[in-house]
């Protein structure tokens, strides 16, 4: 069993890196195929994805749904386990607009916008 020295390293060995809380955010607002969220996450590889999408899995935080159908086709969700960490994700998330805000001054709005009007 892995020891850790602060209960916070377990956390970011879950949930940690670069994209992993940035594909929980997107599924916090329901289902998605791998297509959506790379297209919600344009800068990340297919492989990246992947990669974090299969460990996010195994560790329980999202749950893969297969629907047998020609084409096939595979959803993402957040499990029931996943879903605790839900009001850590929207602690990052305000966090992160307060910062943007600081920071970048108007480029929030920038942002938001771009994304809504994909």
């Known amino acids: 069993m892995k020891k850790y020295n602060i209960s916070v390293e377990a956390t970011l060995e879950v949930i ?4 992993k809380c940035v594909i929980l955010c997107h599924l916090t607002h329901g289902k998605k195929r791998t ?11 297919q492989k990246m994805l992947t990669q974090q999408l299969r460990e996010l899995e195994h560790d329980g935080i999202i749950n893969r749904i297969v629907y047998n159908q ?11 386990y ?3 960490l839900e009001s ?7 966090w992160g607009d307060v910062h943007i805000e600081r920071t970048c ?3 929030l709005e920038f ?3 771009s994304i809504l009007n994909k």
């Open 16 to 19: 940690g890196g670069k994209w």
């Open 35 to 45: 297509s959506e969220l790379k297209r919600l996450i344009p800068s990340i590889t």
């Open 70 to 80: 020609v084409p096939p086709k595979v959803e993402y969700e957040l499990s029931e």
């Open 82 to 84: 996943g879903k605790s």
């Open 88 to 94: 850590i994700l929207t602690a990052l998330c305000n």
């Open 105 to 107: 001054g108007d480029r």
């Open 111 to 113: 942002l938001e916008d």
